[in-house]
Protein backbone atom coordinates (compact mmCIF):
# COMPACT_ATOMS: atom_id res chain seq x y z
CA UNK A 1 0.00 0.00 0.00
CA UNK A 2 2.80 2.73 0.95
CA UNK A 3 3.98 1.61 -2.86
CA UNK A 4 0.99 3.09 -4.75
CA UNK A 5 0.60 5.65 -2.12
CA UNK A 6 4.05 6.81 -2.95
CA UNK A 7 4.12 5.78 -6.38
CA UNK A 8 2.25 9.30 -8.09
CA UNK A 9 4.44 11.54 -5.66
CA UNK A 10 7.31 9.82 -6.49
CA UNK A 11 10.37 12.16 -8.10
CA UNK A 12 10.59 9.72 -11.33
CA UNK A 13 7.39 11.19 -12.77
CA UNK A 14 9.01 14.87 -12.45
CA UNK A 15 12.63 13.76 -14.02
CA UNK A 16 10.48 12.83 -16.77
CA UNK A 17 9.89 16.36 -17.76
CA UNK A 18 13.63 17.03 -16.85
CA UNK A 19 15.37 16.20 -20.28
CA UNK A 20 12.81 17.76 -22.93
CA UNK A 21 13.14 21.18 -20.93
CA UNK A 22 16.84 21.12 -20.40
CA UNK A 23 17.16 20.28 -24.26
CA UNK A 24 15.18 23.10 -25.00
CA UNK A 25 17.07 25.28 -22.80
CA UNK A 26 20.06 24.74 -24.76
CA UNK A 27 18.73 25.06 -28.13
CA UNK A 28 17.92 28.35 -27.05
CA UNK A 29 21.38 28.98 -25.32
CA UNK A 30 23.40 27.78 -28.99
CA UNK A 31 20.99 29.72 -31.67
CA UNK A 32 21.64 32.82 -29.46
CA UNK A 33 25.64 32.12 -29.54
CA UNK A 34 25.54 31.69 -33.04
CA UNK A 35 23.44 35.08 -33.65
CA UNK A 36 26.43 37.09 -31.26
CA UNK A 37 28.76 35.08 -33.04
CA UNK A 38 27.10 36.90 -36.58
CA UNK A 39 26.59 40.01 -34.92
CA UNK A 40 30.52 39.73 -33.58
CA UNK A 41 31.50 39.14 -37.63
CA UNK A 42 29.13 42.38 -38.63
CA UNK A 43 30.84 44.02 -36.24
CA UNK A 44 34.44 43.10 -37.05
CA UNK A 45 33.71 43.64 -40.82
CA UNK A 46 32.20 46.70 -40.58
CA UNK A 47 35.13 48.27 -38.89
CA UNK A 48 37.23 46.93 -41.43
CA UNK A 49 35.33 48.34 -44.00
CA UNK A 50 35.36 51.90 -42.64
CA UNK A 51 39.15 51.55 -41.45
CA UNK A 52 39.79 50.92 -45.37
CA UNK A 53 37.64 53.39 -46.27
CA UNK A 54 39.48 56.10 -44.28
CA UNK A 55 43.03 55.15 -44.95
CA UNK A 56 42.11 55.63 -48.79
CA UNK A 57 40.24 58.70 -47.95
CA UNK A 58 42.87 59.79 -46.16
CA UNK A 59 45.99 58.69 -48.53
CA UNK A 60 43.50 60.53 -51.66
CA UNK A 61 42.63 63.80 -49.60
CA UNK A 62 45.88 63.73 -47.18
CA UNK A 63 46.02 67.63 -48.32
CA UNK A 64 49.42 69.07 -49.05
CA UNK A 65 49.90 72.60 -48.56
CA UNK A 66 49.18 74.62 -51.43
CA UNK A 67 52.32 77.15 -52.99
CA UNK A 68 51.13 80.49 -52.51
CA UNK A 69 53.68 82.83 -53.47
CA UNK A 70 54.06 86.27 -54.72
CA UNK A 71 55.52 86.04 -58.72
CA UNK A 72 55.52 89.78 -59.27
CA UNK A 73 54.71 93.41 -58.31
CA UNK A 74 53.54 95.97 -60.89
CA UNK A 75 54.43 99.52 -60.18
CA UNK A 76 51.58 101.72 -61.55
CA UNK A 77 52.86 104.75 -59.31
CA UNK A 78 54.87 105.60 -56.27
CA UNK A 79 54.83 108.82 -54.73
CA UNK A 80 56.54 109.79 -51.89
CA UNK A 81 56.00 113.75 -50.99
CA UNK A 82 57.73 115.04 -48.24
CA UNK A 83 56.64 118.22 -46.42
CA UNK A 84 58.79 120.85 -45.38
CA UNK A 85 58.58 121.77 -41.58
CA UNK A 86 57.56 125.52 -41.68
CA UNK A 87 60.66 126.60 -39.13
CA UNK A 88 63.72 125.57 -40.63
CA UNK A 89 65.50 124.55 -37.32
CA UNK A 90 64.08 120.84 -37.72
CA UNK A 91 66.39 118.66 -39.84
CA UNK A 92 64.56 116.70 -42.14
CA UNK A 93 61.09 116.39 -43.26
CA UNK A 94 57.82 117.20 -40.97
CA UNK A 95 56.14 114.24 -42.37
CA UNK A 96 55.91 112.60 -46.03
CA UNK A 97 52.93 111.56 -47.89
CA UNK A 98 53.00 108.42 -49.64
CA UNK A 99 50.60 108.05 -52.58
CA UNK A 100 50.76 104.31 -54.23
CA UNK A 101 48.72 102.13 -57.03
CA UNK A 102 50.30 98.71 -57.66
CA UNK A 103 49.59 95.41 -58.55
CA UNK A 104 50.17 91.87 -56.76
CA UNK A 105 50.04 89.06 -58.25
CA UNK A 106 50.42 85.70 -56.36
CA UNK A 107 51.35 81.99 -57.66
CA UNK A 108 48.59 79.88 -56.34
CA UNK A 109 49.83 75.97 -56.97
CA UNK A 110 47.74 73.09 -55.75
CA UNK A 111 49.68 69.72 -55.41
CA UNK A 112 47.04 67.73 -54.59
CA UNK A 113 44.52 65.26 -56.79
CA UNK A 114 41.46 66.83 -55.90
CA UNK A 115 40.47 70.93 -55.52
CA UNK A 116 41.85 72.73 -52.79
CA UNK A 117 39.74 76.27 -51.62
CA UNK A 118 41.10 79.24 -50.49
CA UNK A 119 39.73 81.10 -47.96
CA UNK A 120 39.29 85.00 -48.16
CA UNK A 121 43.11 86.25 -48.42
CA UNK A 122 44.13 89.41 -47.05
CA UNK A 123 47.58 90.90 -47.01
CA UNK A 124 49.12 93.71 -45.40
CA UNK A 125 51.16 96.20 -47.03
CA UNK A 126 53.85 97.17 -44.45
CA UNK A 127 56.85 99.68 -43.77
CA UNK A 128 58.97 99.38 -41.47
CA UNK A 129 56.36 96.66 -39.76
CA UNK A 130 53.60 99.35 -39.74
CA UNK A 131 50.51 98.12 -42.12
CA UNK A 132 50.22 100.92 -44.73
CA UNK A 133 47.01 99.26 -46.80
CA UNK A 134 45.51 96.04 -47.11
CA UNK A 135 45.24 93.22 -50.59
CA UNK A 136 42.33 91.49 -50.22
CA UNK A 137 40.98 88.41 -52.65
CA UNK A 138 37.50 86.70 -52.67
CA UNK A 139 37.56 82.78 -51.57
CA UNK A 140 38.32 80.72 -54.43
CA UNK A 141 38.90 76.90 -55.48
CA UNK A 142 41.37 75.85 -57.55
CA UNK A 143 41.33 72.33 -59.64
CA UNK A 144 43.60 69.77 -58.55
CA UNK A 145 47.29 70.09 -60.17
CA UNK A 146 46.80 73.65 -61.31
CA UNK A 147 48.86 76.89 -60.86
CA UNK A 148 47.14 80.14 -61.05
CA UNK A 149 47.99 83.29 -61.20
CA UNK A 150 45.77 85.79 -58.75
CA UNK A 151 45.92 89.39 -58.64
CA UNK A 152 44.97 91.99 -56.30
CA UNK A 153 45.66 96.31 -56.38
CA UNK A 154 47.12 97.88 -53.87
CA UNK A 155 46.78 101.77 -53.53
CA UNK A 156 47.05 104.47 -50.97
CA UNK A 157 46.12 108.30 -51.31
CA UNK A 158 48.55 110.80 -49.66
CA UNK A 159 49.24 108.04 -46.70
CA UNK A 160 50.68 110.08 -43.86
CA UNK A 161 53.28 108.31 -42.62
CA UNK A 162 54.15 108.03 -38.97
CA UNK A 163 56.12 110.61 -38.43
CA UNK A 164 58.69 108.38 -36.54
CA UNK A 165 59.15 106.92 -40.11
CA UNK A 166 59.03 110.05 -42.37
CA UNK A 167 62.34 110.83 -42.35
CA UNK A 168 64.19 107.20 -42.82
CA UNK A 169 61.44 106.65 -45.78
CA UNK A 170 62.35 109.67 -47.53
CA UNK A 171 66.21 109.25 -47.12
CA UNK A 172 65.86 106.18 -48.49
CA UNK A 173 63.94 107.43 -51.18
CA UNK A 174 66.22 110.42 -51.85
CA UNK A 175 69.69 109.30 -51.27
CA UNK A 176 69.33 105.59 -52.35
CA UNK A 177 66.28 105.80 -54.57
CA UNK A 178 64.63 103.19 -52.68
CA UNK A 179 61.63 102.24 -50.91
CA UNK A 180 61.74 99.44 -48.47
CA UNK A 181 58.08 97.70 -48.12
CA UNK A 182 56.82 94.34 -47.33
CA UNK A 183 53.71 92.00 -48.06
CA UNK A 184 52.71 89.57 -45.44
CA UNK A 185 50.07 87.69 -44.73
CA UNK A 186 48.04 84.43 -44.25
CA UNK A 187 46.05 82.39 -46.63
CA UNK A 188 44.11 79.45 -45.32
CA UNK A 189 43.04 76.33 -47.72
CA UNK A 190 41.25 72.81 -47.27
CA UNK A 191 41.08 69.93 -49.41
CA UNK A 192 37.70 68.83 -50.83
CA UNK A 193 36.67 65.44 -51.83
CA UNK A 194 33.43 63.77 -52.62
CA UNK A 195 31.55 66.97 -49.95
CA UNK A 196 34.51 66.18 -47.40
CA UNK A 197 36.71 68.80 -46.72
CA UNK A 198 40.25 68.45 -44.94
CA UNK A 199 41.17 69.89 -42.08
CA UNK A 200 42.06 73.85 -42.31
CA UNK A 201 46.04 74.19 -44.14
CA UNK A 202 48.01 77.16 -43.36
CA UNK A 203 50.61 78.97 -45.52
CA UNK A 204 51.83 81.78 -44.49
CA UNK A 205 53.78 84.80 -46.68
CA UNK A 206 56.14 87.61 -46.01
CA UNK A 207 58.07 89.35 -48.68
CA UNK A 208 60.40 92.07 -48.72
CA UNK A 209 60.00 94.28 -51.68
CA UNK A 210 62.00 97.29 -53.00
CA UNK A 211 60.69 99.83 -55.19
CA UNK A 212 62.71 102.07 -57.05
CA UNK A 213 60.73 105.83 -56.75
CA UNK A 214 62.36 107.58 -60.00
CA UNK A 215 61.98 104.13 -62.07
CA UNK A 216 58.55 103.61 -61.14
CA UNK A 217 59.34 99.35 -60.78
CA UNK A 218 60.19 96.85 -58.87
CA UNK A 219 63.98 96.57 -57.76
CA UNK A 220 64.51 93.93 -55.27
CA UNK A 221 61.86 91.41 -53.81
CA UNK A 222 62.75 88.76 -51.56
CA UNK A 223 60.10 86.17 -50.24
CA UNK A 224 60.97 84.27 -46.38
CA UNK A 225 59.55 80.91 -46.33
CA UNK A 226 57.22 81.08 -43.03
CA UNK A 227 55.79 77.31 -43.27
CA UNK A 228 55.83 77.63 -47.05
CA UNK A 229 56.79 74.45 -48.98
CA UNK A 230 58.97 75.89 -51.25
C1 LIG B 1 45.67 102.50 -60.30
O1 LIG B 1 46.18 102.29 -61.60
C2 LIG B 1 45.26 101.74 -62.50
C3 LIG B 1 45.99 101.48 -63.82
O2 LIG B 1 46.72 102.59 -64.24
C4 LIG B 1 44.09 102.69 -62.68
O3 LIG B 1 43.15 102.14 -63.57
C5 LIG B 1 43.46 102.92 -61.33
O4 LIG B 1 42.42 103.87 -61.45
C6 LIG B 1 44.48 103.43 -60.33
N1 LIG B 1 43.86 103.50 -59.04
C7 LIG B 1 43.99 104.55 -58.25
C8 LIG B 1 43.22 104.51 -56.97
O5 LIG B 1 44.69 105.49 -58.54
Redesign the pocket.
Known sequence: MTNRDRQPFSGSDLHYIGPPSSYSFSAAAVSLKDCCYCLFLLFIFLVLISLAVALVLLLVIRPKKPVFDLQHVGV??LLLTPQSSNTHLEVGPAAAYL?L?I?LQFRAVNPNTVRIEYGAVEFSVLHRGVPLAEAQAQRFEQPAHSSWMVET?V?L?RFNVLQADAFDLVEDAELNDRVELAVAGDVGAKALFLGLSSPRVQVSLFCAIVISPSKQSLTYKHCGAHGLNV
Open positions: EHSNTRTS
